[in-house]
């Protein structure tokens, strides 16, 4: 009913609007092609085609049908490769997750690119994810690898990690907050008094992790890393940016540095990724990272 030949006349029927230029087109004769759609209509008991003396168009169930049918052609001239690819051990589909502290629109886009032209048939999937939302991703999710996993050891046996670098923190307000001119160090009493500015932990199934709030204190969550600057510029609230990420801002004095009574400890991150799951890509992109390519290294960035 619909074989190969009877896509391919039933997309020219209804691009070109005409039995005859779809006939002339495909190098068949007009009765050829009008049987073969007539056949098709019949089988499946439907008009396809409005007819009339001038012109030919598709019915509703006609435009349903060239949407499908566009699909399942391009798929069937793919095959053949997507299948060599598969066999040659390159995934059908990868999965990655970025850590919201490494992620970049730039970084993503480059990297996708390089993955593309390497593996055409390939499907990726992109998402990006906070502190423990990045583990929940690769143990619950079908993840198959991990740009900034927390911590420098697997949760896991099945996971492997690659050391990335640390996270440095830098305690970070508005020169017109009121503890912008406190004597240092700060205490929490004085620091308890104000808002913490926090991303919120996108795990769903491992333990959520608070990056900084002191017991008693108001969080203002938002969601994500450029929110909680504006916020910090803004002195809307208080609390930790990475240091690479404030750094400019320090040095325009947009933002003050204090030193609080007990300062955040470094964040170690990793590449982490599945070893029930690694195929050529996987591979391909660990190879980036082992080799700090440059293709990677506006992930990078953000690591002291």
């Not at 007539?38 to 006609?62: C, D, H, N, W, Y």
Request: aromatic share 8%; proline share 6%.
């Amino acid at each position: 009913m619909l074989d190969h030949e009877t896509i391919r006349s039933f997309i020219k029927v209804a691009e070109c609007q005409s039995f005859s230029r779809a006939a002339e087109l495909l190098h068949k004769t007009t009765a050829t092609i009008s049987y073969r759609i007539k056949m098709l209509e019949e089988s499946i008991g439907t008009q396809l085609f409005i007819r009339t003396t001038r012109s030919v168009s598709l019915t509703p169930a006609g435009h349903y049908l060239l949407e499908r049918c566009r699909q399942w052609h391009n798929w069937l001239d793919s095959m053949p490769d997507e299948l060599r690819q598969i066999n040659d051990g390159v995934e059908h589909q990868v999965n990655i997750v970025i850590n919201n502290l490494l992620y970049s629109p730039v970084a993503v886009a480059r990297l996708l690119a390089y993955l593309q032209q390497r593996f055409p048939f390939t499907q990726f999937h992109i998402s990006r994810q906070v502190y423990m939302g990045v583990w929940d991703a690769l143990l619950n999710e079908d993840c198959h690898l991990a740009i900034g996993a927390a911590g420098n050891e697997s949760l896991e046996n099945t996971i492997n990690v690659l050391p990335l670098g640390k996270i440095d923190w830098i305690f970070a307000l508005s020169p017109d907050h009121p503890l912008a001119n406190a004597t240092e160090p700060l205490r929490e009493d004085q620091l308890r008094l104000y808002p913490a500015i926090n991303v919120e932990d996108t795990s769903r199934n491992l333990a959520k992790r608070i990056a900084w709030l002191l017991p008693g204190q108001h969080e203002i969550k938002v969601p994500d890393l450029h929110t909680k600057l504006a916020c910090h510029l803004r002195g809307v609230g208080i609390g930790f940016l990475p240091h690479t990420l404030c750094q400019p801002y320090l040095d325009s004095g947009e933002l003050l540095q204090k030193k609080p009574q007990h300062p955040r400890h470094q964040s170690n991150l990793s590449l982490a990724w599945s070893s029930h799951l690694s195929g050529e890509v996987v591979k391909s992109i660990i190879t980036l990272f082992q080799n700090n390519d440059p293709l990677i290294h506006e992930f990078i960035l953000p690591l002291d």
